[in-house]
């Protein structure tokens, strides 16, 4: 199985001294460039509740893998190196042959090298530990008063489709195979302030910048890009404001900076004196049923 996931290096410019098959992988600190910092991030997902067992193993590794670099993008940050631990109930090589192409592709595109890590028995979960470097990180205690939100993407789309399974294919799509926003993260890495990237449900990770920057937020629900089909759905504001799993970028920028953002990039709102998130729709405040995605409650994915 060792050798299998070996395999994911294949064509991945190798940057470590030492690699799989050691105790422990060697990164030499000369190959960081002057000037950069060292970024690392990790996630683990668990099935029946981040993934259902019943996904295939090609979504499975695509998700787990795309959930941990998005962390790296929400940062300013471009991923190098990767560790992963891998349980498993038993070793099936289909599947696992399957999960090995749903990670592979993404370590391909992005080149992140698999160093290390760990596999056992049990029921299955997937850990990803991403190690990335970026001269200018983004923090989510960076944000200012008077600056504006915004968002990348359309939101709601994942949250709509575990709901309603199989029935918009560009929905399915944002649930199963997210993708990290490093288009977005690189072009807006030089004048954003706070980042975070949306996993919890909107409400729920702005609220950790206004949190982290002593700050409140107001956003307005009519400016939220949503894809058009959400809208018939009775809940579709809980889906947009926390329902999670969209795995865009928000973040913050001065007002004279907006003619810099790339167009899939939306203004929501806008940081001011207080604490917590404030939610208006066409100017009036509304109340909200949940405020995002809690990992010992909240929706299931079984």
């Known amino acids: 199985m060792i050798e299998k996931l070996r395999s994911l290096n294949e064509g991945v410019q ?15 600190p000369q190959v960081i460039p002057q000037g950069y910092k060292m970024v690392i991030a990790t996630d683990t997902l668990v099935a029946g509740r981040h993934f259902s067992e ?12 795309a959930v941990n670099l998005s962390d790296m993008a929400a940062m300013g940050a471009l991923p190098k190196w990767l560790t992963m631990n891998l349980t498993l109930p038993k070793v099936d090589e289909q599947w696992l042959q399957e999960f090995i ?4 592709r993404l370590l391909k595109r992005y080149q992140v090298e698999l160093i290390g890590g760990d596999t056992t028995s049990g029921p299955l979960a997937i850990a990803f530990t991403v ?16 600056e504006l939100i915004v968002v990348s993407g ?6 709509f489709a575990l709901q309603n399974p199989g ?7 944002q649930l199963k195979r997210p993708m990290p926003r490093f288009d977005i993260s690189e072009a807006v890495r030089e004048f954003a302030g706070a980042m975070i990237d949306i996993s919890d449900g909107l409400v729920a990770d702005l609220g950790h910048i206004c949190q982290a920057s002593g ?11 949503i894809h058009a089909a959400i809208k018939e759905d009775a809940d579709w504001s809980d889906y947009v404001l926390s329902g999670g799993d969209d795995y865009q970028l928000c973040f913050t920028i001065q007002p004279a900076d907006v003619s810099l953002l790339p167009s899939d ?5 806008h940081m001011q004196a207080g604490s917590g998130v404030s939610v208006y729709n066409n100017n009036q405040p509304i109340q909200l049923q949940r405020s995002g995605f809690d990992h010992f409650s909240g929706y299931s994915h079984e």
């Open 167 to 173: 029935k918009i294919s560009h929905c399915e799509q």
């Open 14 to 28: 190798e940057r470590s001294l030492l690699g799989i098959g050691d105790d422990a992988a060697i990164i030499d």
């Open 131 to 146: 190690i990335g470097l970026t001269p200018h990180p983004k923090k989510r205690s960076d944000a200012q008063e008077n």
């Open 265 to 269: 990039c939306t203004v929501i709102g």
């Open 101 to 104: 192409g749903g990670v592979g």
């Open 54 to 65: 019943r996904d295939s193993a090609e979504d499975i590794g695509h998700k787990a893998l």
């Open 215 to 225: 700050l409140a937020a107001r956003i307005d629900l009519d400016k939220i890009p």
């Open 154 to 159: 359309e939101l709601g789309s994942a949250a």
